[in-house]
Each structure stands twice: as C-alpha cells, then as structure tokens.
C-alpha cells in the first residue's frame, strides 16, 4: 500500500482505521478488538478515534487494542467543540489520554468548529504539545475558507469524502493538496450497503476481482495527499480493506465512475454527518 505525508515528516499508509460506533456492544467487543489489532499487523496503522463517540466507550476500545502496540500506531483522537476552550481542551486530552491507556496522541483535532474563537482552541492545543501529551493537532469538517483562517500548524482537516459525497474536489481538496495539507477522508464507504451495492461498483469489482467495497476505497485514495478511515468491525472486511489499497483503477473504471457519481462543477455546501 502507498504511504502519504502525515505529519512532521511522518508518513502513514493511505488508508487507516476508522473506530465510530465500536466498543458500544459488550457483546462485540472480543471481534472488534481483534479487528482493530488484524488490521494494525496488516498495516493499518492510523486509528481515528473521538472522545464522542460511545462517550468514550470507543477510546476504550482502542486503548485495548493497542496495549503493547502503542508504538507502531499512529493515534487520532478529536475533542467536541464544547470541550473546546483553552483550559478545556486539556482536561478533555487528559481524559482522553487516560482511556486509551497512552501518554501522548499524535493528531488532536477539534471534532467541528463551535462557540469558542480557534485561536483559544489552538492554543489550549499548543500547550498540550509543549507538555509532550499531542504531537500535532488539526481541525475536522472546516471548510475551505474556514481551513485558510487556521493558524499556522494546522496538521489535518478530516472531512467527508466517498463516491456519493464529492463536493470537495472543488475547492478543498486542491487546496489542501496545494498546501501539503494532508486530508483525512471519513466515512469513505458512505457509511455502508447504499453505496457499496452499487450495480457500478459490483460490475468494476468483478474486472478487478475485488468486492464493489474495495473500488469504493480505491477510488478516495487514488487522489494524492488523501488518507481514508474506514471503519470495519471485523476481520474479514478489515483485510479487504487492507486490499483495497492494491487496486489500481484505470481510466475505463474513473470515466465510468464520473459518469454515475459525478465531480462537481461549481461550490458546493461542505457535507457533514
Ligand atoms: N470527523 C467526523 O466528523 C467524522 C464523521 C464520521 C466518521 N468519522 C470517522 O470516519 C470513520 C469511518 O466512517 P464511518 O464509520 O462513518 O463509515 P464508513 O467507514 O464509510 O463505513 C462503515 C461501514 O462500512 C462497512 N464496511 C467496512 N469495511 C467493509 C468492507 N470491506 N466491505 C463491506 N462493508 C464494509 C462497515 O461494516 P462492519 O462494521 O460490519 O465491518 C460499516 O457498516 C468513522 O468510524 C470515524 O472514525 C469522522
């Protein structure tokens, strides 16, 4: 699988793991740990975690998963905008820090811009990184002219981005790539069947000999700069993903692709679960 710039010269496989909605189900907590681990020995190193999803329960889950693996992990952790002064965002770090069972993250983003001024944001994340507890922090769901106001040092913005939901391509994602900023592509399967039972996608997944699935998260990581985090809850989709980062479409399956999902032609709202 191709790796991509992350941040201070650390540089990570396009596609990591998404964790929203795991550690929910005690009843599925054995498979999902042993998702998230299958998927770490497989390459999938980038975690994304928030402190809102499960109230935590998901940053639970995680810190099982990477006990003894902390090192070959590369941490994403998101605070809620109402947790998000300068004094908060530590304390919200600090719980989050303590549920993951670590002493540092290495991405901390702000989970959607709210009430509090970015700078007081920034630099409650400031200080958490001269304490050593972040080693980079970045912004979720920004907009394009919202991303040009962040101060310097803004590592990520992770916003929606799937075949269904192409908006971006207009204006964001060249910018960022023009930037060297890199973008964290979330729900990249459009959140499951609707999108991935796609006649289209099936019909490109019997050329490849891949599932409709694995076109899905090859077409969001074919743009450079761009890391996907889909979440799997088990072992099986977790290697498909892994696979999917082999699949090279070609300029047949990309036209056939425009012409079903189409790019888009002028600004559009930003898209945000
Ligand atoms: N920053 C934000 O505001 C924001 C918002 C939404 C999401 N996120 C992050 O992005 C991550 C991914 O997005 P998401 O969870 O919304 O949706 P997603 O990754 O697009 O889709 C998840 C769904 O796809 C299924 N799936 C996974 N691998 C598959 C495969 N190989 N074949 C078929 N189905 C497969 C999963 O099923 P199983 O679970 O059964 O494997 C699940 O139903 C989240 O988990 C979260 O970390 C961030």
Request: charged share 20%; net charge negative.
């Amino acid at each position: 699988m191709r790796d991509t710039d992350f941040f201070d010269g650390i540089r990570v496989p396009v596609i990591g793991q998404g964790t929203w909605y795991l550690g929910e189900d005690a009843t599925k907590r054995v498979t999902e740990v042993a998702a998230l681990r299958a998927g770490i020995d497989a390459g999938l190193t980038v975690i994304d975690t928030a402190e809102m999803y499960g109230d935590g329960a998901s940053e639970e889950l995680v810190g099982e998963a990477i006990r003894g693996h902390r090192d070959e992990v590369v941490l994403v952790s998101k605070v809620y905008p109402h947790n998000a002064s300068r004094s908060g965002v530590v304390a919200a770090c600090e719980r989050s820090l303590r549920r993951l069972g670590t002493d540092r993250l290495d991405v901390y983003l702000l989970h959607w811009s709210g009430s509090f001024p970015l700078l007081e944001t920034v630099d409650g994340f400031e200080r958490l990184r001269a304490a050593g507890k972040i080693r980079s922090w970045g912004v979720s769901n920004f907009d394009r002219d919202e991303l040009k106001q962040a101060p310097h040092g803004c590592a990520t913005n992770q916003v929606l981005y799937n075949l269904g939901s192409r908006g971006i391509e207009f204006d964001l994602l060249p910018w960022q790539q023009r930037m060297g900023m890199p973008l964290m592509a979330y729900s990249p399967l459009g959140q499951g069947p609707s999108l991935l039972e796609h006649p289209l996608l099936t019909e490109i997944g019997e050329r490849h000999g891949v599932t409709g699935a694995q076109i899905a998260l090859a077409w969001v990581i074919r743009q450079p700069g761009v890391i996907a985090i889909p979440k799997a809850s088990s072992i099986e989709h977790v290697h498909q993903n892994v696979g999917a980062g082999a699949v090279v479409l070609d300029a047949e399956d990309l036209a056939s692709l425009d012409n079903a999902f189409p790019a888009p032609r002028s600004k559009q709202p930003l898209d945000i679960l």
